[in-house]
DNA sequence: CAGACGTGGCC
DNA sequence: TGGCCAAGTCT
């Protein structure tokens, strides 16, 4: 691959997001991040404003209680990022002088910091030399280098290899290309209807010269959403970020219809710690801690 | 390793 | 209309 023709084009069209600021901190990367973990970067853009500016610090947000954590984390789905990050800001408070690490291994030892995450923020927050895989990333290789439409099942291993091949001998490079690939990745190179006249690379990639063959690989599950149990555990959650107060079961029974359903995702909720009953048994977000 | 885990926009 | 898809992580 081109790769001095991706990062070209990078610095020509991308997007002027916040935090890629040149004052970006490690704390503000590694908020994006999180968030941007399947959830769509406009939706991210406005509260990781508000968050930036409540909370501008690990310890800050640390200080906070775990339900406002989770309200302020609005409805960008997969609240128990929010609380993972929560736990992650009172480590990097406690145990790292309030500055996010900058080594992978130090990151990965967070909550809800995976090989992705600790990457991104390695490279993205501090320069360093490392690959970052995402699904932008392996889709882009799987094409330009593989020849293939889409990538196969994720392999930590060998996703990380075939970007190692590829990336620059000085870190601030490497940490730039990895930015492209995945600019590439999120504007051109898309999962449906790729842009490919407006590809940087097109005149060397693998899947254009084979003459975009379809995709041969296993067939990828499509995720069911409607009646699951995530479904119901978003609307009980729903009802309690509008809530000020503690509300009464009976207030929750109107959110589905299905008893053992609901009670079972209630339970749930409880158990990963998004909500908590009061003394006298109503539901709320959790409190202090 | 497959499956759970939110939410909303798009074609 | 409804399946597909969005900068993953955890168990």
């Not at 940490?175 to 940087?200: F, I, K, N, Q, Y």
Request: some cysteine.
């Amino acid at each position: 691959m081109d790769v001095r023709a991706v990062v070209d084009w990078f610095d020509e069209v991308k997007r002027d997001l916040p935090w890629r600021s040149p004052d970006r901190t490690g704390w503000g990367v590694l908020v994006s991040e999180v968030m941007l973990q399947q959830t769509p970067v406009a939706r991210v853009e406005p509260v990781w404003l508000a968050w930036m500016a409540r909370w501008p610090v690990p310890s800050a947000l640390a200080a906070e209680s775990k339900g406002e954590v989770v309200r302020a984390w609005g409805k960008l789905g997969y609240p128990r990022r929010a609380l993972r990050l929560h736990e992650a800001a009172a480590a990097i408070a406690a145990e790292h002088g309030d500055v996010v690490p900058a080594d992978v291994d130090t990151l990965l030892a967070l909550p809800g910091i995976g090989a992705y995450t600790a990457r991104a923020v390695a490279a993205f927050a501090y320069g360093k030399r490392c690959p970052v895989v995402d699904t932008n990333v392996r889709r882009v290789i799987a094409r330009a280098v593989h020849g293939a439409g889409e990538a196969g099942p994720p392999s930590t291993t060998k996703d990380m290899a075939d970007v190692e091949a590829l990336l620059p001998k000085e870190p601030a490079d490497a940490a730039h290309l990895s930015a492209a690939l995945m600019e590439l990745g999120a504007l051109v190179c898309t999962a449906r209807t790729p842009r490919c006249r407006d590809c940087p690379v097109l005149s060397t990639c693998a899947w254009q010269r084979a003459g975009r063959p379809a995709y041969q690989g296993p067939v990828k599950a499509v995720q069911k959403f409607a009646g699951t149990d995530r479904q119901v555990r978003g609307l009980l959650l729903d009802v309690l970020r509008g809530s000020a107060a503690p509300e009464p079961k009976a207030k929750l029974d109107g959110v589905w219809s299905d008893a053992a359903q609901r009670d079972r995702c209630l339970d749930s909720l409880l158990v990963d710690g998004l909500v908590e009953q009061t003394a006298d048994g109503r539901f709320a977000l959790p409190g202090e801690g």
